[in-house]
């Protein structure tokens, strides 16, 4: 017997695989219906989201629903937005922020939750653990290329690579123009296309 979308999402939110490895404990976040028409693939919780478990219930989801131009209502409805990331929990901090996504997790359930959702228009691979994980040996040597190579991706393989939405990457933001100028707009007309009726 076939195992039923909610009981896998039970499962998922009872995962404790790594959970000698988190500082806080294990606490899965993540969003997802068959019915959802967008995926955000993303790294993995930060503490603040650990604290509430909304994934991106922090500044970089402020800045994240401004670039795809949609409300908190839209962007928390399971059954138009999927929310994935590549860890599912918090994975500590480190010195230069929060630690990577730890490894045990995508592998462990991405294939078993992906197939679910048949309905995604658009794919978003948000950071460069969620690039590496979905463009594999297709993207760029550094985040800058495969955000700056989207045309591509997108065309190709309807994933649309950004950089996070982090205040830490005002720098990168004031680097690369061309994200705000080029990718912004095509990005929102892309997401509206994808969560239209």
């Known amino acids: 017997m076939t195992e039923s979308f909610d009981a896998l999402l039970a499962r998922i939110r009872a995962c404790r695989i790594c959970e000698a490895f988190l500082p806080l ?5 993540v969003q997802a219906s068959p019915t959802a028409r967008l995926l ?30 949609i409300d908190r209502p839209v962007f928390y409805d399971p059954d ?3 929310i994935i990331p590549m ?20 592998p462990q359930w991405h294939p078993r939750l992906l197939p679910h959702l048949q309905q995604v228009r658009l794919t978003l691979a948000i950071g460069q653990y969620a690039q590496v994980g979905l463009l594999g040996a297709d993207r760029g040597n ?27 990457n005002r720098l990168w933001l004031t680097r690369n123009p061309w994200f705000e100028a080029e990718l912004l707009p095509e990005l929102r007309q892309r997401v509206a296309e994808a969560l239209a009726p």
Do not use: M, Y
Request: hydrophobic share 30%; glycine share 14%; charged share 25%.
């Open 25 to 29: 404990g294990p606490r899965p976040v």
């Open 40 to 69: 955000i693939v993303s790294q993995a919780p930060g503490r603040k989201v650990h604290e509430t478990g909304i994934p991106f219930n922090d500044p970089s989801g402020d800045r994240l629903r401004d670039w795809l131009g």
């Open 80 to 82: 138009r937005i999927a």
């Open 87 to 106: 860890g599912f929990c918090f994975p500590g901090t480190g010195k230069g922020g929060d630690l990577p996504p730890r490894p045990e997790c995508a």
């Open 142 to 168: 550094t985040l800058t290329d495969s955000v700056r190579a989207w045309r591509r991706h997108l065309d190709g393989r309807g994933i649309l690579p950004l950089p996070h939405p982090s205040p830490r």
